[in-house]
């Protein structure tokens, strides 16, 4: 992670500060100057909840936290928040800043941080004059009582697993193909003491998984199937949960071939991926007692000589036989061959991720990702309270039965696609077929990948899943 977080041990003096209060009391607690303290009052009375004061030495900000509403919207407020102080002082060419709560709750003090912490992260790989466009800030430091060292590392832990999953994203595929994808998740899983094995094209091939060798034959790159498994000695659960990410690592539609402008994003494809990768990294760094494993299939899909074919029939890894109507439909053509397979682990619960259809995103847009369950209630429900917590927000779609009629093939168990309608809910349902266990399906494509920085959420990979599954687990592990 390119910024670092620490404890800070005693009071900020000439140091960059930024001071979390809730209103003009608390400037009372501050050595302002008569000046500085009537300009603060007058900036705040202009509804300026951050107000700077250049000092030249060094420089302070005021943060006023008038919080309300629900514990989600204000620990959103205070992320926010965070983010724009972070571009204050990266225009101010700052290097390190203290953060001071003098008067704010400690999850809002996190929250703050979170949000700064999130908000400076870049992707400058392919900039010739990087240096002159990267963020000066290096170093962010807490100064409360209330803030343990503990708290201190799981929040960098987050951070540089949504920034390692960021990174994933935003990495274009000639540089990251399926087999370079799987090895990139074998580094973090040798970083975080998470077991990870990969499975080449060979062993795919015996195995017999057709959905995810049938979208992988136009390509001249192999496939390949990646299991990482964090299993502690003294885990919560006997069965794993079981994390299942679509890693689609460029997606052109295949012969269905998707129109320019819809293609050039198509290397987030592998979003649900990454984020099952980041997730496991972030649970087995802070070393959570839950038995969680992650599964990542990946190919591109490309149009090349022997590519599938609108009107193929392909048997997948569990038997059954899919028509393909439409070769643009391949994500759930690879993620249905893992869900078979998780199958062997007997999972408590299967958690699926993954930017599956335009039409989750044309639905809800990019706020919040789309969700269905199936046996999972209960689950469905604390996952939905992490949601609301991170702010990564998840709007129920049904799973009825009465979606398996679109799904239904005159020649074959069943069609890669529904009708014209309810693509989101169909896509879910087809990848129900391949399930016997509790299950949750998360369609991403909304928020994975922006056209424009939103606050803390980043231009291009935003990193999304990985902060909604860690809380879920953590809440799953009772901590």
């Given at each position: ?166 990174d994933m994203v935003n990495e274009p595929v000639m540089n990251l193909n399926a087999t370079k994808f799987a090895e990139e998740i074998k580094k973090l899983g040798d970083e975080s003491k998470a077991r990870v094995e990969i499975l080449n094209k060979k062993k795919i091939e015996s195995l017999k998984m057709g959905g995810l060798l049938a979208v992988n034959q136009g390509s001249l790159d192999p496939p390949t199937f990646t299991i990482i498994q964090w299993k502690p000695a003294k885990s919560v659960n006997k069965k794993p949960v079981v994390l299942v990410g679509k890693g689609v690592v460029y997606d052109t539609g295949g012969l269905s071939l998707k129109p320019t402008n819809s293609m050039d994003t198509m290397k987030c494809d592998m979003a649900g991926g990454a984020a099952v990768a980041g997730a496991v990294y972030a649970v087995a ?195």
């Amino acid at each position: 992670m390119d910024t670092i977080i620490r404890k800070a041990l005693r009071k900020p003096t000439a140091a960059d500060t930024v001071f979390l209060v809730k209103g003009g009391k608390d400037l009372k607690k501050i050595k302002l100057s008569a000046q500085e303290t009537e300009y603060a009052k007058k900036e705040h009375r202009l509804k300026r909840n951050v107000v700077e004061i250049n000092r030249y030495k060094n420089r302070i900000y005021l943060v006023y936290g008038e919080f309300l509403g629900i514990r989600s919207k204000r620990l959103e407020d205070a992320r926010k928040q965070g983010a724009e102080v972070q571009a204050m002082l990266n225009k101010a060419k700052s290097e390190r800043v203290v953060i001071y709560p003098l008067n704010a709750l400690k999850e809002e003090t996190v929250a703050f941080a979170e949000g700064l912490l999130l908000a400076n992260y870049q992707f400058l790989k392919y900039k010739k004059d990087a240096n002159k466009k990267a963020n000066t800030l290096e170093e962010v430091n807490i100064y409360s009582d209330d803030i343990s060292d503990e708290d201190i590392i799981e929040l960098s832990i987050i951070v540089e697993s949504v920034y390692n999953v960021r990174d994933m994203v935003n990495e274009p595929v000639m540089n990251l193909n399926a087999t370079k994808f799987a090895e990139e998740i074998k580094k973090l899983g040798d970083e975080s003491k998470a077991r990870v094995e990969i499975l080449n094209k060979k062993k795919i091939e015996s195995l017999k998984m057709g959905g995810l060798l049938a979208v992988n034959q136009g390509s001249l790159d192999p496939p390949t199937f990646t299991i990482i498994q964090w299993k502690p000695a003294k885990s919560v659960n006997k069965k794993p949960v079981v994390l299942v990410g679509k890693g689609v690592v460029y997606d052109t539609g295949g012969l269905s071939l998707k129109p320019t402008n819809s293609m050039d994003t198509m290397k987030c494809d592998m979003a649900g991926g990454a984020a099952v990768a980041g997730a496991v990294y972030a649970v087995a760094k802070a070393k959570l007692p839950v038995y969680v494993i992650g599964l990542i299939p990946a190919t591109d899909n490309r149009p090349d000589g022997n590519a599938y074919t609108p009107g193929d029939v392909i048997t997948m890894y569990d038997g059954s036989t899919v028509e393909v109507l439409n070769t643009d439909a391949e994500g759930r053509m690879i993620l249905a061959d893992a869900l078979s397979y998780a199958k062997q682990y007997n999972p408590e619960l299967v958690i699926n991720m993954a930017t599956l259809t335009g039409a989750a995103m044309r639905a809800i847009g990019r706020q919040a990702m789309v969700g269905m369950e199936a046996k999972a209630d209960t689950d469905f429900e604390l996952l939905k309270k992490s949601g609301d917590f991170v702010y990564e927000r998840i709007v129920e779609f049904p799973l009825w039965d009465d979606y398996k009629e679109d799904l239904k093939s005159e020649i074959a168990d069943m069609k890669n696609i529904g009708g014209a309608d309810a693509g989101a809910i169909t896509a879910g349902k087809f990848l129900e077929h391949f399930t016997d266990y509790p299950f949750i399906h998360l369609d991403i494509a909304g928020p994975a990948f922006l056209s424009k920085k939103d606050s803390y959420r980043s231009t291009g990979g935003t990193g999304v899943g990985v902060r909604l599954i860690f809380d879920f687990i953590k809440a799953k592990a009772g901590q």
